[in-house]
């Protein structure tokens, strides 16, 4: 079945940096479009960064753009998720999710926790 497992949260100072990976299994991963999304306590989800699978597009949220970038290792099955200049408002839950086809439908990974605080 699908599996995605996503780790590299932690705590980090306000400007500092961290990278998240997800790990992803029981699909062809290649092919599918994969994306991070985080929720902050008292708040909804949202939508974070894209990586599409075909031609290496990205898409990403405003208030992450030039901060924060995606990215995927087809061999490895793995999703990436380089975060610099961390604010203590990207203090969330983060979670990877796959598009499966034909289907299309998404799934999610279970989160990993950031906190960006002094």
């Known amino acids: 079945q699908v599996q995605l497992v996503e780790s590299g949260g932690g705590l980090v100072q306000p400007g500092g940096s961290l990278r998240l990976s997800c790990t992803a299994s029981?699909?062809?991963?290649?092919?599918?479009?994969m994306s991070w999304y985080r929720q902050a306590p008292g708040k909804e989800r949202e939508f974070v960064a894209a990586t599409f699978s075909a031609g290496g597009r990205t898409s990403a949220a405003d208030s992450v753009k030039g901060r924060f970038t995606i990215s995927r290792d087809n061999a490895k099955n793995t999703l990436y998720l380089q975060m610099n200049s961390l604010k203590p408002e990207d203090t969330a839950a983060y979670y990877c999710?796959?598009?499966?086809?034909?289907?299309?439908?998404?799934?999610w990974g279970q989160g990993t926790q950031v906190t960006v605080s002094s």
């Open positions: 999710t796959a598009v499966v086809g034909p289907s299309y439908m998404t799934y």
């Open positions: 029981g699909f062809t991963f290649r092919s599918s479009t």
